[in-house]
């Protein structure tokens, strides 16, 4: 892609950071997170030293003062190595902090987003129910009035950082009669479950934030990838909340929570083409290196006609993503483009990392090499914030809404 379309000088400052700290800090463990499913805090610590926990955040809020743009460039070059690393970035900003500036107080926005911003505590969205995946209409969880606060029960179910974070957005139906205008939103907050790794790395715990009292993670799920993410559910038992931890107007949750989702598909977008081009790296690399017949196997037509496939799927898609990223860093509607953005890079993905695979041959089916990590984290991107038949659904709707038939 030619740089100077949507990137000026900081977005490929912010690149050349974040790749190098990419190829020194994270390709080197990501093998050994992904066996041992640990959360990486020490990795998580130097991210938010470098400022990658709060980029699209002004510096008045503790972020780091740059734009949409710098932020999906850092989600696609993490991914590219590891993609857990780049959902913990792509999560906690986008569902974990964006809410709070989108949609809260400035009260709220003092209080929660500075450490937010600078990786002090790491936060999350609850939205997705045992029965309510899809249709995010359909949500169970309850939170009723009482008095100045509201009592919320219910459960979350596969939430990233449901563990490790303290700081949470999260829905529930504050009024069952009114379907989806019916649903609110909260803020959140509990104590991490690697209290005391936290507390020794001086990152991911504040005392700040009160903990409360019938708000919980559930077990860790056992994943096919993203395994140095947290996966986890989030249980509210009779949890008090305040008012003032009311996040928006009173049956405005369902329709932020969308605007909310329209931009982590973006986020999604570009962590799935980073790992199709991390992939692809992989693929260029070893075929021209392993030699059969006499030489290089990417001599062979049927290898680099795969190769050059891969290639143009990849800048293709690399055009959606930044495009997507463009209109909304610059105030257009965007919400079509996300959803053509996610479903082409996800889909790419899988293409892209099975393709990869196979011109490894045996060596791509074992652990010695990257890309078998890289089709098991494809995977989840066909699934999360939003199935590929959602998006196609979305991408239907404003199709029709378009047409002049």
């Known amino acids: 892609m030619h740089d100077s379309i949507y990137f000026q000088e900081h977005h490929l400052a912010t690149r050349e950071m974040v790749r190098a700290f990419a190829q020194a800090e994270v390709a080197p463990v990501a093998r050994r997170f992904d066996d041992s499913q640990e959360f990486p805090w020490e990795n998580v610590k130097k ?155 001086g990152i991911g ?49 369902f329709i932020n929570f969308m605007k909310t989702l329209d931009a982590g598909r973006i986020g999604i977008a570009s962590l799935s083409l980073g790992l199709a081009q991390g992939a692809f790296d992989e693929a260029l690399k070893y075929t021209m290196e392993r030699k059969q017949f006499g030489k290089a196997i990417a001599e062979f037509q049927g290898v680099n006609f795969q190769l050059a496939d891969m290639a143009t799927e990849i800048e293709a898609g690399r055009h959606l993503v930044y495009h997507a990223a463009w209109l909304s860093q610059n105030g257009h509607p965007y919400g079509k483009e996300a959803a053509f953005a996610k479903l082409f890079c996800s889909e790419l993905a899988m293409r892209a990392t099975i393709t990869a695979i196979q011109l490894h041959g045996g060596y791509g089916y074992t652990k010695d090499y990257p890309v078998e990590r890289m089709m098991r984290d494809a995977k989840i991107g066909e699934i999360g914030e939003g199935t590929s038949e959602i998006q196609r659904m979305v991408i239907a709707r404003h199709l029709m809404r378009q047409s002049d038939v």
Not at 225 to 249: K, M, Q, Y
Request: hydrophobic letters at 35%.
């Open 205 to 253: 715990h504040d005392p700040a934030f009160k903990a409360m009292k019938g708000f919980r993670s559930g077990k860790k799920e056992d994943k096919l990838g993203w395994r140095a993410s947290d996966t986890r559910e989030l249980i509210f038992e009779d949890v008090e909340v305040p008012e003032e931890n009311r996040l928006g107007e009173e049956g405005h949750g």
């Open 47 to 201: 991210m938010g030293e470098l400022g990658l926990l709060g980029i699209p955040w002004s510096e008045d809020l503790g972020g780091a003062g740059l734009d949409t743009m710098c932020f999906i460039i850092a989600i696609e070059e993490l991914a590219r190595v590891c993609a857990s690393h780049s959902i913990t970035i792509s999560a906690h900003t986008t569902l974990g902090t964006s809410p709070i500036v989108n949609f809260g107080t400035k009260e709220q926005q003092q209080r929660f987003v500075p450490k937010l911003a600078a990786g002090k505590v790491l936060g999350g969205f609850g939205l997705t129910e045992p029965n309510a995946g899809s249709d995010a209409g359909g949500t169970q969880s309850r939170a009723v009035k009482k008095g100045d606060r509201y009592i919320l029960n219910g459960t979350k179910r596969f939430i990233t950082h449901a563990g490790v974070g303290e700081v949470f957005i999260v829905t529930a139906v504050t009024d069952p009669t009114a379907g989806t205008r019916g649903i609110s939103s909260f803020i959140l907050t509990k104590e991490t479950c690697d209290l005391e790794q936290a507390k020794a790395l």
